[in-house]
């Protein structure tokens, strides 16, 4: 209804005649479903009603029930007159990046960037550099970043100078050194101490002795264990165990736990896998062939320098002992 009273109003055969009313209808605190309805409907407005409109667009900012992702929709619209673009598009950063300063809609913005680098190609750059300086110094995840590097249109606009800037962003990312194996995890966190001492050190296997009898050693060897059940057994690398009492979630650790004995000598030996150097192996080759396209597609600059591997120190110093062969440690323990 509002569109279609602004339609009216602003009308050629009409706009003289209802001057004051249409100041009065601009100037009304109207809601955001009303101004996207007039705006998305105001190319076909006529030159004279452009002031009115750009008036509309500059309530676009201060309204609080339109938010980011309806602004998108207006922008990336076609619907708008060229001269209100700039305007709409510094209200979408306005109101995307608030607080965190991260886009509250990850696929809204980056239909606004791919539509912006479109401009810029456009020669309309100058015009939104402000805003596309907004979006590239912003926390734009490794996903936001990937996903938007990926797009067929920022492909095709690899020489603009923000995709650029992207790119060297995603690149210092994927810039990482090659995993070397060892049995150090020293990113591996548990509430047991002697089990934290074991994950951090050298040693491939190691039994700790944590008394309470062996259902007590059953529900710590599940804690402990990233396989499928407390005896190690399972061929597969699984990070997420509901019961765990060790960082799981973070993909920190891999190894599989045998409990035994009973009463006070109820004890777990954990054997650590290769599960956990596989993955990070996996992880760098993803990495390295991303980086390597990335810089096919978008030159990329100088090559980042290599970014030292959580651990990294801890395991050169101690390659001649990543290698020996299973030993096991006793530990008193409470248990998990």
Same mark, same amino acid.
């Given at each position: 209804?509002?569109?279609?009273?602004?339609?009216?109003?602003?009308?050629? $055969?009409?706009?003289?005649?209802?001057?004051?009313?249409?100041?009065?209808?601009?100037?009304?605190? +109207?809601?955001?479903?009303?101004?996207?309805?007039?705006?998305?409907?105001?190319? =076909?407005?006529?030159? #004279?009603?452009?002031?009115?409109?750009?008036?509309?667009?500059?309530?676009?900012?201060?309204?609080?029930?339109?938010?980011?992702?309806?602004?998108?929709?207006?922008?990336?619209?076609?619907?708008?007159? !060229?001269?209100?673009?700039?305007?709409?598009?510094?209200?979408?950063?306005?109101?995307?990046?608030?607080?965190?300063?991260?886009?509250?809609?990850?696929?809204?913005?980056?239909?606004?960037?791919?539509?912006?680098?479109?401009?810029?190609? !456009?020669?309309?750059?100058?015009?939104?550099?402000?805003?596309?300086?907004?979006?590239?110094?912003?926390?734009?995840?490794?996903?936001?970043?990937?996903?938007?590097?990926?797009?067929?249109?920022?492909?095709?606009?690899?020489?603009?100078?923000?995709?650029?800037?992207?790119?060297?962003?995603? +690149?210092?990312?994927?810039?990482?050194?090659?995993?070397?194996?060892?049995?150090?995890?020293?990113?591996?966190?548990?509430?047991?101490?002697?089990?934290?001492?074991?994950?951090?050190?050298?040693?491939?296997?190691?039994?700790?002795?944590?008394?309470?009898?062996?259902?007590?050693?059953?529900?710590?060897?599940?804690?402990?264990?990233?396989?499928?059940?407390?005896?190690?057994?399972?061929?597969?690398?699984?990070?997420?165990?509901?019961?765990?009492?060790?960082?799981?979630?973070?993909?920190?650790? $891999?190894?599989?736990?045998?409990?035994?004995?009973?009463?006070?000598?109820?004890?777990?030996?954990?054997?650590?896998?290769?599960?956990?150097?596989?993955?990070?192996?996996? #992880?760098?080759?993803?990495? #390295?062939?991303?980086? =390597?396209?990335?810089?096919?597609?978008?030159?990329?600059?100088?090559?980042?320098?290599?970014?030292?591997?959580?651990?990294?120190?801890?395991?050169?110093?101690?390659?001649?002992?990543?290698?020996?062969?299973?030993?096991?440690?006793?530990?008193?323990?409470?248990?998990?």
């Amino acid at each position: 209804t509002a569109a279609r009273v602004f339609a009216w109003l602003t009308n050629k $055969s009409h706009a003289a005649i209802y001057h004051e009313a249409i100041n009065a209808f601009v100037a009304a605190p +109207l809601v955001g479903s009303d101004l996207e309805a007039i705006l998305l409907a105001s190319k =076909a407005a006529g030159e #004279e009603a452009q002031p009115h409109v750009m008036r509309i667009a500059q309530k676009v900012t201060t309204c609080s029930t339109i938010n980011s992702d309806s602004i998108a929709t207006i922008l990336i619209s076609g619907s708008l007159p !060229a001269s209100v673009l700039p305007t709409i598009a510094q209200s979408y950063v306005q109101k995307a990046f608030v607080g965190s300063h991260t886009a509250s809609n990850v696929q809204s913005l980056i239909k606004v960037f791919v539509w912006l680098v479109k401009m810029a190609q !456009a020669g309309h750059g100058a015009a939104y550099a402000g805003v596309l300086d907004t979006i590239v110094t912003a926390k734009l995840t490794a996903a936001h970043l990937q996903t938007i590097l990926k797009m067929p249109e920022i492909k095709a606009a690899g020489a603009n100078m923000h995709v650029q800037r992207l790119a060297a962003m995603r +690149l210092v990312q994927l810039t990482k050194p090659k995993p070397v194996f060892s049995w150090h995890m020293p990113l591996a966190r548990s509430g047991n101490a002697s089990v934290n001492a074991f994950f951090h050190g050298p040693k491939e296997s190691a039994t700790l002795v944590i008394g309470g009898g062996i259902a007590n050693a059953r529900n710590c060897a599940r804690q402990w264990s990233t396989f499928n059940n407390s005896r190690g057994y399972g061929s597969s690398y699984k990070y997420s165990n509901s019961n765990s009492d060790i960082s799981t979630k973070l993909k920190t650790f $891999s190894a599989r736990t045998v409990e035994g004995g009973t009463g006070s000598n109820a004890r777990v030996t954990i054997t650590k896998t290769r599960d956990h150097f596989d993955h990070m192996m996996a #992880e760098y080759k993803k990495d #390295e062939a991303e980086r =390597a396209q990335l810089m096919a597609l978008f030159g990329g600059g100088k090559v980042p320098a290599k970014r030292a591997h959580p651990g990294a120190a801890v395991a050169s110093s101690s390659s001649s002992s990543s290698s020996s062969s299973s030993s096991s440690s006793s530990a008193s323990s409470s248990g998990s």
